[in-house]
């Protein structure tokens, strides 16, 4: 029963810190309190990200501004179309001597304090980057110089280029069931935030900005204990539990939960996806999100706030509609919710 | 009949065995009668107080002689100027086919009358009435067989604008209410009308008289749920609340019932303090009235 007290108050006072946190990443990046909502339930819920959006909109300001927040470095990749596995984890120069050297790269440098790694244009990589990356992120581990390294702090923040084609190597099926969340970032809608973003020289230069956000305010080194205890604190009633059962049924077979697009044949447009591991880390995302908000206890209204961007990008659906974009995976997902009555 | 207002009134004051018992006679007229017209006659029999009339000895309707027809009595009893009045109205029926002017007779009757000095019988005399031939009519030679008849009377012109107004305010009015009866009923053409799916819930959950403690209350509340996601055309959750009441403004009002409805499921169904549930059947019971009214008035 101490036990348990004690738990109950430390997560109030991590939650007290964690909104700190997601406060002071409001100092350096404006207009986007969605998205830093969601990069902090994936900090929490120990999950990799795809980050999709337009070139400028802030991303790597954000990500930086995480690092910064939580105390720990970062480290960024850029994915090329000739990139390998060996440069992802070795350093290859010529030394002073004129002779080869090979040392560890930035990401086995840090590994031990990162939990912010960020691989920009993921899709420019070859086949053979995203296997390493599969196991970075599934095990955070890799091996190098003949035995294995840990990154125990590690999230991957990953962007998709999805405005070019050619050259790029679409992230396939397994891949993308990985990372824990696709969060889109637009730039910011709110007039105020776009002023201040184009007209105020703050926002011009990044170093500057970044040092506005407190150092530590979240010490990453606490994230797997918190991680941790909200999963096992943060409680799902009977009625929750039937309600993502339900969800994930009438994703499985839209028709016979009732589900239904208008000129869509929902019979044949689902391929693959919305595996137990995406509906797991669904509940994770949802658990976290009632710990955010200051309960002890999940409700639909958690599941559904999180459920686009923690399974839009795990449903697969026929070649002829996924050209049209996901726009049918969240139609799909709206009219699930729409259909699936709670309690 | 009202012979009270006759203008012709015959007074007979006969002077009955005892001293105080009097009898009157009127009638509308003496004289004029026809072959099968109605002699009217009031009978006045005034009494002590005290005194009470035999009602067996009132004369029965029925043919009196060859020619003349009792057809009505009627009997009414008051007391006028500390004296027991009876009022009989008589209607007698003439047959007598008379070949000229002359009177016939209407024959007498007793009356059995109990005073205190015990039983007497007053004696209604005979009276005589003229009655008269029917004769042809022998008018001046005319031309035209037109000009035998009198002429009409002239038309009383009657102004029909006020009821004729009256009557089709009336029409509306009454077109009116039966396209609210038709809409209420959702009779042709009002059978789209949109579902009433509170009201349906309302009588519902009267009908099953719930109790909080009950696992039914739970029940109900899940009932309301789904009657709301009907409503909203898909799932209603609390955080859609603001959403829901912009669309359908005919509940506004009912903003703060909503949320502490949505508080007391998320607390009975999903978790939270339940020490602190005071919500009851009888309040689920009110809030699907209130939305049921809400639904009608929309």
Known sequence: MNDTLHVVQKLSDWRERALEFEQEIQKAVVGQARVIRLVTICIFARGHVLIEGDVGVGKTTLLRSVSRALGGDFARVEGTVDMMPSDILYHTYIGEDGRPRVDPSELLRLAETLPVFFFNEINRARPQVHSLLLRLMAERSVSAFNHVHHFPYLNVFADRNMVEREETFELPAAARDRFFMEIPMRAPTDEEARRRLVFDPAFHDTETLIERVSSGSFDYRKTPEVARAIQTHVKSSEALERYVLNLWQALIQPSSAGVSLPDIDLSALIKGGASPRGLAALVRAARVRAWLEGRDYLIPEDVRDVFIEVMSHRIFVDPIHALRGDDIVKRLCHAAFDATPVP | ?298
């Open chain 2, 1 to 298: 009949m009202c012979i009270a207002c006759l203008a012709f009134a015959l007074y007979t004051a006969f002077s009955a065995s005892a001293q105080d018992v009097t009898v009157r006679i009127h009638l509308a007229r003496p004289f004029g009668y026809f072959v099968g017209d109605l002699i009217h006659a009031r009978i006045d029999v005034s009494a002590p107080p005290e005194a009470l009339l035999s009602r067996a000895s009132l004369p029965n309707p029925g043919p009196l002689t060859g020619s003349l027809e009792l057809r009505d009595v009627k009997l009414r009893e008051t007391v006028e100027h500390g004296a027991r009045l009876w009022r009989l109205d008589l209607t007698y029926q003439n047959f007598y086919v008379a070949l000229d002017v002359r009177e016939i007779e209407i024959p007498s009757f007793d009356l059995a009358i109990s005073t205190a000095a015990g039983a007497e019988t007053v004696k209604v005399p005979a009276w005589r009435v003229g009655v008269s031939p029917l004769r042809e009519i022998t008018p001046q030679k005319q031309e035209e067989a037109t000009d035998y008849m009198r002429p009409d009377g002239s038309a009383v012109f009657v102004n029909e604008t006020t009821p004729r107004n009256l009557a089709i305010g009336a029409g509306a009015a009454a077109l009116l209410a039966l396209a609210l009866v038709a809409r209420d009923r959702a009779w042709p053409p009002f059978q789209r009308r949109k579902v009433r799916v509170f009201s349906a819930l309302a009588n519902e959950l009267s009908a099953r008289r719930i109790e909080s403690g009950d696992g039914d209350f739970g029940a109900a509340i899940q009932s309301v749920h789904r009657a709301l996601d009907a409503v909203n055309g898909a799932t209603l959750l609390s955080a859609d609340l603001p959403d829901f009441l912009r669309r359908r403004s005919e509940f506004g009002p009912l903003r703060a019932d909503f949320e502490r409805f949505f508080a007391a499921s998320k607390r009975r169904f999903f978790g939270g303090e339940r020490s602190s549930d005071d919500f009851r059947a009888d309040e689920l019971t009110r809030f699907v009235s209130a939305l049921a009214k809400r639904e009608r008035a929309g």
